[in-house]
């Protein structure tokens, strides 16, 4: 005699509970179209009932996030539901109201989850969460310690001219996309852990983790709908990674060699006595900063370690290759650029110091219409309205709906920037332009704004003074660039990269 009349067998039980999650899809579905707090927002009906839909534009169809924004945004007005929870703002104005001193809103778990970093404060969501270690390390951030390493981005900057002197005497224009990631990377790498992963050494720029980094950020989509993707990064051994996805051995090579470093930091913390600078390890492991709390683990250590490399290299990268682009665009400005330069740098081999150039009226306009026109970091970075509700772009908005814009739509924004999408150094020379100032918003605001910014600043200056004074640069006409790029948190750039041929000057 059956034990268990009453339960059912296997095939009824998977029956049951395929029913039951279809019921339960249906359900959801029913509640987000007709009587979820944001149902009265336009937008798709796909993207009312399910984040799958973005899924199925991103990940199915191929859409970067950025045009789909700015599709949706023309079709249903300055507010749109872009997900079931989830809304994104074209006013311009709206990015001060997100994103702010005030406002210590979490960042949206769901989304932050997909870097697969959850120790570091980048990606932690709460605000007093991340406050202890993000202020640990803004020593080393602070305007007067980049001044003290300067010299460290002079190195790096004294190696990829060397660099670009020996493809242009081989006849060779250089891939300035991929120099440089890889200056920035080998500079953002001694800064950081006073060791030089050494990108700019690889034949052609071809640096692994540069190419590893930019074969992976797809990934960071993939992951943003799918956890047991993030789970199967995690616990996928190193080994196994790099047979599955060959592309990425740069990013396990860079992984590896950052936790044996951790390690042997750990095990003899006295190795951080013999480094010729303060490095991240010492900040974060200070006792005294620490007061009493325990001593960060090994995988907080990688994981700040990972995700400060990240920011402060392909972003930099992108900078730099998105302004010399318009530059050799513009012979006018580069002109006067390289004049200018000239007036604080008349002697070849006397660089001026970062202070000199920072002086200087053109170079400072040209990074920032740079800045403004590049926008390296597209993303719309999720935020979290707090229980009690906001007003935004003078709507109520209720509290736990995520709120998001892209500082697209700050630098395209025509009520903002005339001729928005045309790279004018000039506005930023106009008489009352400063009241442009704090429409730069690509640094972010608030509480969460970049931590790197000075570090930024100072790479910019030196770069673009080191690369016209030095050189005369002309793109090359074989291989003209092409600047499509799609949104993976950063732009990943698909069409031709900028090739030019970097003349060395005499004088
Ligand atoms: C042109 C260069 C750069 C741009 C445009 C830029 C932009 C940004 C933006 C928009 C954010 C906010 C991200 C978010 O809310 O999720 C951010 C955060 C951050 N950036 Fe940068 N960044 C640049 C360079 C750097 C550099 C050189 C570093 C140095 C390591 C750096 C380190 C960071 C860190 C650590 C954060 C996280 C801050 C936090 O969550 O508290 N960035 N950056």
């Not at 336009?42 to 009932?49: E, H, S, T």
């Not at 190193?238 to 930091?265: D, N, Y």
Request: hydrophobic share 40%; proline share 7%; charged share 20%.
């Amino acid at each position: 005699m059956d034990a268990y009349p009453l339960l059912p067998s296997f095939r009824q039980g998977i029956l049951i509970t395929a029913l039951g999650s279809l019921s339960y899809a249906l359900g959801r579905v029913i509640y987000n179209v007709f009587f979820h707090p944001l149902c009265r927002f336009p937008g798709p009906r796909g993207a009312a009932c399910t984040r799958w839909w973005l899924a199925y534009k991103e990940l199915g169809r191929g859409v970067s996030l950025s045009t789909l924004r700015a599709e949706l945004h023309q079709k249903y007005g300055d507010i749109i539901r872009i997900a079931p929870n989830e809304l994104h703002f074209a006013r311009p104005t709206v990015y001060n109201e997100i994103y702010n001193s005030q406002n210590k809103w979490d960042k949206d778990y769901e989304y932050y989850r997909s870097f697969e970093l959850d120790e570091a404060f980048f990606t932690q969501t709460d605000y007093l969460k991340s406050k202890h270690s993000r202020a640990l390390v803004s020593n080393l951030f602070s305007r007067s310690a980049i001044s003290e390493i300067q010299y460290l981005i002079r190195d790096q900057l004294d190696r990829f001219c060397d660099v670009l002197k020996q493809q242009n005497a081989a006849g060779k224009s250089s891939n300035l996309y991929l120099g440089f990631q890889c200056f920035s990377a080998d500079a953002i790498s001694k800064f950081l852990f006073a060791t030089c992963f050494d990108q700019l050494s690889f034949p052609d720029f071809q640096g692994d983790i540069v190419k590893g980094i930019d074969m992976c950020m797809p990934s960071i989509t993939l992951a943003k709908f799918s956890i047991v993707f993030v789970w199967m990064i995690r616990y996928c051994p190193p080994s196994i990674l790099m047979i599955l996805a060959p592309s990425l051995k740069g990013v396990v090579v860079f992984r590896t060699a950052l936790e044996t470093q951790v390690k042997s930091i750990l095990q003899n913390p006295g190795l951080l006595d013999n480094a010729p600078h303060r490095v991240i390890y010492s900040e974060l492991l200070n006792p005294e900063a620490n007061k009493g709390l325990p001593q960060p683990t090994a995988l907080k250590l990688c994981h700040e370690a990972r995700v400060l490399f990240a920011a402060g290299s392909h972003t930099i990268g992108t900078t730099l290759m998105t302004g010399v682009y318009y530059l050799l665009r513009s012979p006018e400005a580069k002109q006067r650029l390289v004049d200018e330069v000239r007036t604080v740098w008349p002697l070849l081999d006397e660089a001026p110091s970062y202070e000199e150039l920072e002086k200087l009226p053109f170079l400072t306009a040209v990074i920032k219409e740079t800045l403004r026109i590049a926008v390296p970091t597209p993303a719309g970075l999720p935020r979290v309205v707090p229980p009690s509700g906001a007003i935004i772009s003078g709507v109520d908005i209720p509290g736990g709906t995520v709120v998001s814009q892209s500082a697209l739509f700050v630098s395209f924004s025509e009520d903002v920037f005339a001729q928005p999408h045309d790279f004018l150094p000039d506005r930023w020379l106009q008489p009352g332009s400063n009241a442009l100032e704090s429409w730069l918003v690509v640094f972010s605001k608030g509480p969460r704004s970049c931590l790197g910014i000075n570090l930024a600043y100072c790479e910019l200056y030196l770069t673009f003074a080191y690369i016209f004074r030095r050189f005369d640069v002309r793109e090359d006409p074989i291989k003209r660039a092409d600047l499509t790029w799609s949104e993976h948190f950063l732009p990943v750039f698909e069409g031709q990269h900028l090739h030019a041929y970097c003349d060395p000057r005499s004088e």
